[in-house]
T-cell receptor, first 114, second 113 residues
Framework: GENVEQHPSTLSVQEGDSAVIKCTYS??????FPWYKQELGKRPQLIID?????GEKKDQRIAVTLNKTAKHFSLHITETQPEDSAVYFC?????????????FGAGTQVVVTP | DGGITQSPKYLFRKEGQNVTLSCEQN?????MYWYRQDPGQGLRLIYY???????QKGDIAEGYSVSREKKESFPLTVTSAQKNPTAFYLC????????????FGQGTRLTVV
């Protein structure tokens, strides 16, 4: 089955700097890779996702890159702001018979200091 | 609030008792999930269901049971066989058509006393 590993577990950045979180996956059948943000006491919410037919996707200050050959994908946050402080989760989901088995990484606690 | 509702928000259980957590969605989503969230361990998959009357074990299914008799509902029972049930439980759902975004409920915090 799918195994998603996420690094680092914690990340402290100065406001205005960039943050990068990296994930690897094991199942080559996975073709959907979302990123979720969970603020303290709230439910996780989707911030960006990418499918295996593209290598990069951007949405304002956030971007995700995917390297299918190496089975890793990364989240990039530029010009970080205090409101970016949260726990970020990567996930992977396969197609075919295992469609719907959405597996998450362990999460990265991001702290943005003013 | 995304159309997926978990209840109750807080739940206390005595050791040795079974307890059922409710999850209902009105999004017409096909797949539903239960995750357990512990500090530093992310979201661990307990069970998921792709269609009505079918469900699959996740990575930590021992001590839990589920049913999917209706598309809208996916209740989770935490049995007395679950050795460390105190945790935060999240339910989610996804549509097979169009967007694959997972919508989460607000969660249930279960405490064994």
């Amino acid at each position: 089955g799918e195994n998603v590993e996420q690094h680092p577990s914690t990340l402290s950045v100065q406001e205005g700097d960039s943050a990068v979180i990296k994930c690897t996956y094991s199942d080559s059948a996975s073709n959907y890779f979302p990123w979720y943000k969970q603020e303290l006491g709230k439910r996780p919410q989707l911030i960006i996702d990418i499918r295996s037919n593209v290598g990069e996707k951007k949405d304002q200050r956030i971007a995700v890159t995917l390297n299918k050959t190496a089975k890793h994908f990364s989240l990039h946050i530029t010009e970080t702001q205090p409101e970016d402080s949260a726990v970020y989760f990567c996930a992977a989901m396969p197609q075919g018979d295992s469609w719907g088995k959405l597996q998450f990484g362990a999460g990265t606690q991001v702290v943005v200091t003013p | 609030d995304g159309g997926i509702t978990q209840s109750p928000k807080y739940l206390f259980r005595k050791e040795g008792q079974n307890v059922t957590l409710s999850c209902e969605q009105n999004l017409n989503h096909d797949a539903m999930y239960w995750y357990r969230q512990d500090p530093g361990q992310g979201l661990r998959l307990i069970y998921y269901s792709q269609i009505v009357n079918d469900f699959q074990k996740g990575d930590i299914a021992e001590g839990y049971s589920v049913s999917r008799e209706k598309k809208e509902s996916f209740p989770l029972t935490v049995t007395s066989a679950q050795k460390n049930p105190t945790a935060f439980y999240l339910c989610a759902s996804i549509s097979r058509q169009g967007s694959t975004e997972a919508f989460f409920g607000q969660g249930t915090r279960l405490t064994v006393v």
